[in-house]
């Protein structure tokens, strides 16, 4: 929404530089991650995703990094432009014994800025 | 682009007021969700369906009911409107075969 940029941690970058987003999820029990980016009055788009049994995935200029160990995934966007302007934020799952739970536990985000 | 439509995608209404929500699917997902936005909180759901009449409550489903009568409609309605519940609300599909959702455009809406 247009408002979801409020109160949330924010990162300034000059354009053409690589970002580093982060996020800490609290549940060992996670096993499947994606971050959306969300511009402003736009619903979340999807960017990339991980499963728990990778360290990292490549996607076009993005990198997800996921360290287990530590409870923390980030999203490195390469070159950034001043298109990914934007709130990105993270999401995990929960398999239980049943299979996944169908249900998606959201971070807060963090709000991108990219200065040309 | 999933697919997913919401509508109307702006509304003011009052207190008090009965407002119903539409997410409209046209691939046939199993798997809805409603959500709501609001600043300092992540995405928070209200309410999903996993099958046509079948529907199962989230972490903020008070003052919310919903209704799937058949498979690419997903409704929610507040009963009676209250300010806390002016929000942007977002539904949600879970992509076939996968746990990726995929999100729809949003509705503002303001209760005065």
């Known amino acids: 929404g247009e408002n979801v940029g409020l109160h949330l941690p924010t990162l300034s970058v000059q354009e053409g530089d690589n970002s580093i987003i982060n996020c800490a999820y609290s549940?060992?029990?996670?096993?499947?991650f994606i971050w959306y980016k969300q511009e402003s009055g736009k619903g979340p788009q999807f960017i990339i995703d991980?499963?728990?049994?990778?360290d990292k995935r490549q996607g076009q200029r993005v990198t997800v990094l996921l360290n287990k160990t530590v409870k923390h995934l980030s999203l490195q966007i390469a070159a950034t432009q001043p298109g990914d302007s934007a709130v990105y934020f993270c999401?995990?799952?929960?398999?239980?014994?049943?299979?996944?739970?169908?249900?998606?536990?959201f971070g807060k985000g963090t709000l991108l800025t990219v200065n040309p | 682009d999933a697919g997913i439509t919401q509508s109307p995608r702006h509304k003011v209404t009052e207190t008090g007021t009965p407002v119903t929500l539409r997410c409209h699917q046209t691939?046939?997902?199993?798997?809805m969700y409603w959500y709501r936005q609001d600043p300092g909180h992540g995405l928070r759901l209200i309410h999903y369906?996993?099958?046509?009449?079948?529907?199962d409550k989230g972490e903020v489903s008070d003052g919310y009911s919903v209704s799937r009568s058949k498979t690419e409609d997903f409704l929610l309605t507040l009963e009676s409107a209250t300010s806390s519940q002016t929000s942007v609300y977002f539904c949600?599909?879970?992509?076939?075969?996968?746990?990726?959702?995929?999100f729809g455009p949003g509705t503002r809406l303001t209760v005065l």
């Open positions: 999401a995990e799952n929960i398999s239980n014994s049943g299979g996944s739970n169908y249900k998606l536990t």
């Open positions: 369906s996993y099958g046509v009449k079948d529907t």
């Open positions: 991980i499963r728990s049994n990778m």
């Open positions: 691939e046939n997902h199993r798997y």
């Open positions: 949600a599909i879970r992509g076939g075969g996968t746990d990726t959702q995929y």
């Open positions: 549940n060992s029990a996670s096993d499947y």
